[in-house]
Structure formats: structure tokens, C-alpha cells
């Protein structure tokens, strides 16, 4: 069963707050119910709470999908890891979720305005030993709490190319689960229905957002930052850039879960009620056409 989802980032931005900061909770959950989403990602407005989370989405009629968790397993072991993430799980496990999204956010330049992209970290082969093993013992972990772990490659961070979201699921045990992100995989160079097809069994978690390619061609000819390229407008809704979400979803007929649209923009520039209507339609154009 597909279930369709949205993240908050199209409203009030996580890396640079300043974006959509002025944009009430109550209004990004009142536009996501109106456009059709079933539930919501974990923003920065939302409470970390769980007695008081749910009835606030519940008001909506919303499910709280998932959320986002950085970790630093290059840093530290998995077992501290664990213990800093207790929190977060725990409040994922009581809001009923399934999945816990978590990326390697060690030297990540994605939350750096001023960073260009080609200044993103790489790790050594003794960084890649740490973080496959203790990725793996932290999944394991989690999976024994009761959630399972997906891990979001992402621009600006360790995991960012095709090669490495490769080499990331060939060195990890079956534990660890990939979140397939359609914009982030194209714009770090990989075909996201190809790389649905090769991971078809391990991917656990969806987020869809489209490319625009111009600008995406501008970023790396003028060495943009993450956050710069997203203010230019980098990212949309699916259906409104250059990524085959049909494609993509013919290589995930087995799929069961959720399928969320997070694409951030400026919403001065992109009316987040507007996109949320316009994402949500064509994913599920996209998926029935699949």
C-alpha cells in the first residue's frame, strides 16, 4: 500500500529558517490536508512532543510520516549514537512511524550558505569502514527499538553520487535501508529509475521532487552552495522539471509506503499551497500511469 505524504521544507525551510520562517504550523498543515497529503514529515515547527503532536495532526486529519535524524557515525560509535537519537526514535515509535530517515551530516556543507558544493566532504577508505559498520550496528539497533532505518543520500554530504549510495548499500548489512530521493540522486548524478531498479529491495522510504535543469546547470558553472541553488530554485514538485516519475515508479510496483513530496523552495517565490496541490496531483498521475 503507497500512501502519499509531504515534508514541511516546502513551507518553512530546516537549513535556513529563514526561509518560510513568517509561515505558521497551522497553515502548512491546513495547505497539505487541502492538497490531498495523508501525512507530514517532522519540521522545525512541529512539536517534539508526542502528547502534543498528535492532536495537532490529528486536527488535520494527518499521520506523522517520519523524520529526520543526522548522524555522525564517522565521529562516534554506533551505541552513542544510538543513546543521542533515543529521543527522536522514541517519539517516531509513539507517533506510530515506521521508518527513521537518517543521514551522515559529518563535515556536511548542505546547512553552509556560503559553501560551495565542490567543497563537499569525501571520505577515506578508514571513514568508509567506520561509517558502513557502525551504520549498520545503529540500524540494527533501531530495528530491535521497532523502526527501521533509511538512509537519505543527500547533496553537500559523504553520500552524495551514484558510486557512493552504491558502495553505501554493497558495504551495509540488510538493516540499513535506502530512502530513494528523485532530485537528490539526479542532481549528484545518478538515474533515479536506474537506481530504484538496483535497490528496488531495500528501498523502504520515497521522497519525490523534480530538477529544474537550467539552474541546475548554473549551480555547478557557478559553483553554488546547497542552499543558494534552492533559493534560485534548483528543486519543485515532480511533474514540474526534468526526472520520468513514471520511470521511476514502473522500477517500484512492489513498493509498500510512504511516497512524500519534499520539495523545497523559496515559498515567496513558490506559493507552498499552490506546489503542494500541483505534487501531490501528478504523484498520483505519475503512480497510476505506472
Known amino acids: 500500500m503507497i500512501r502519499i505524504g509531504a515534508n514541511p521544507i516546502g513551507w518553512s525551510n530546516d537549513d535556513m529558517v529563514e526561509l518560510g520562517g513568517h509561515i505558521p504550523l497551522e497553515q502548512?498543515?491546513?495547505?497539505?490536508?487541502?492538497?490531498?497529503?495523508?501525512?507530514?514529515?517532522?519540521?522545525?515547527?512541529f512539536p517534539r512532543d508526542a502528547m502534543k503532536l498528535k492532536p495537532t495532526l490529528d486536527a488535520h486529519g494527518l499521520?506523522?510520516?517520519s523524520g529526520w535524524y543526522s548522524t555522525f557515525?564517522?565521529?562516534?560509535?554506533?551505541?552513542?549514537?544510538f543513546a543521542a537519537a533515543h529521543a527522536h526514535a522514541a517519539l517516531l515509535k509513539a507517533m506510530g512511524c515506521k521508518v527513521l530517515i537518517a543521514a551522515e551530516c559529518t563535515r556536511t556543507v548542505h546547512g553552509d550558505k556560503e559553501m560551495p558544493l565542490s567543497r563537499r566532504p569525501v571520505m577515506t577508505d578508514d571513514e568508509w569502514s567506520r561509517l558502513t559498520t557502525r551504520l549498520t550496528q545503529f540500524?540494527?539497533?533501531l530495528h530491535e527499538f521497532g523502526l527501521a532505518l533509511v538512509y537519505h543520500h543527500h547533496m553537500g554530504t559523504v553520500v552524495q553520487s551514484e558510486a557512493e549510495i552504491d558502495y553505501l548499500m554493497a558495504e551495509t548489512g540488510p538493516c540499513v535501508k535506502l530512502l530513494l530521493d528523485t532530485g537528490h540522486a539526479l542532481w549528484g548524478g545518478a538515474d533515479p529509475a536506474a537506481l530504484a531498479?538496483?535497490?528496488?529491495?531495500?528501498i523502504a522510504h520515497v521522497h519525490t521532487k523534480d530538477v529544474r535543469q537550467s539552474v541546475m546547470a548554473k549551480a555547478a558553472r557557478e559553483d553554488w552552495s546547497f542552499l543558494k541553488s534552492v533559493v534560485e530554485g534548483v528543486y519543485t514538485v515532480p511533474g514540474d522539471g526534468m526526472i520520468d516519475f513514471i520511470a521511476v515508479f514502473r522500477e517500484l510496483k512492489a513498493y509498500s509506503g510512504w511516497v512524500?513530496?519534499?520539495a523545497e523552495q523559496d515559498p515567496e517565490k513558490a506559493n507552498p499551497a499552490i506546489y503542494a496541490k500541483l505534487g501531490c496531483d501528478n504523484v498520483k498521475r505519475f503512480l497510476a500511469q505506472a
Not at 28 to 45: D, V, W
Open 28 to 45: 502548512c498543515l491546513t495547505e497539505a490536508k487541502e492538497a490531498g497529503f495523508e501525512g507530514m514529515e517532522l519540521g522545525n515547527k
Open 197 to 202: 531498479s538496483r535497490h528496488r529491495d531495500r
Open 63 to 65: 499521520a506523522l510520516v
Open 73 to 81: 557515525l564517522i565521529e562516534r560509535d554506533a551505541d552513542a549514537e
Open 139 to 141: 540500524a540494527e539497533r
Open 260 to 262: 512524500v513530496v519534499e
